[in-house]
Every structure is written in structure tokens, then in C-alpha cells.
């Protein structure tokens, strides 16, 4: 099983930006999708977004346009670009490759 760490989390003011990284523990992208999700405080668990094995991504549709999931192959690091960051963008955020989890990175969106 691959272990996953997340970082990249802080505070940032709305309509600020934020680069999330995910960090696998061994070379996976060339099969395995990779998915981040978040959760709110008394929130569930929500999909945000995914990258399948050939590149392809799909986003959800409340972050669609702001949010961007690219990866580095030779880093076996999968990142999350977030613009425009809203209140209700402020969730811990996970990344997924099948059944493995990270631990999450707290972002926070306030002025």
C-alpha cells in the first residue's frame, strides 16, 4: 500500500491562492488515479477533483475553473492549484489513490 503526505496548507485571505502538494511514497501515476477530496468542519467528506493515469482531469463543479490538478512524474508528487479561494473553500484537504489515504492539510479561507 502507498503512503500518502499532503502539505501546502496555511490561512489565506478570499480571492488568494494556495498549491497543494501530495507526495507518494513510491511511483504510482502510471497507474493508479489520483483524487483529492476536502472536509469541511461538521461537513462530510467531498470529492473535488481527479487525475486518471493518462493526465486526463475532472473536476466538482463547485471548484471548477478555480481549482487545477497537475503532477510530477519524477517526484511521484500530485498537486492541487487553488485560485480565487472562497470562505467555503476552508476544509482539511486529502489526496486518495484507491484505498490509501493522507493524512490532510488544512486550508484555511478568512479575512
Known amino acids: 500500500q502507498v503512503q500518502l503526505v499532503e502539505s501546502g496548507g496555511g490561512s489565506v485571505q478570499p480571492g488568494g491562492s494556495l498549491r497543494l502538494s501530495c507526495v507518494a511514497s513510491?511511483?504510482?501515476?502510471?497507474?493508479?488515479?489520483m483524487d483529492w477530496y476536502r472536509q469541511a468542519p461538521g461537513k462530510e467528506r467531498e470529492w473535488v477533483g481527479s487525475?486518471?493515469?493518462?493526465?486526463?482531469?475532472d473536476y466538482a463543479t463547485s471548484v471548477k475553473g478555480r481549482f487545477t490538478i497537475s503532477r510530477d512524474n519524477a517526484k511521484n508528487t500530485v498537486y492541487l492549484q487553488m485560485s480565487s479561494l472562497k470562505p467555503e473553500d476552508t476544509a482539511v484537504y486529502y489526496c486518495?489513490?484507491?484505498?490509501?489515504w493522507g493524512k490532510g492539510t488544512l486550508v484555511t479561507v478568512s479575512s
Open positions: 486518495r489513490s484507491f484505498s490509501s
Open positions: 513510491r511511483s504510482i501515476f502510471s497507474f493508479s488515479p
Open positions: 487525475m486518471n493515469s493518462g493526465g486526463k482531469t
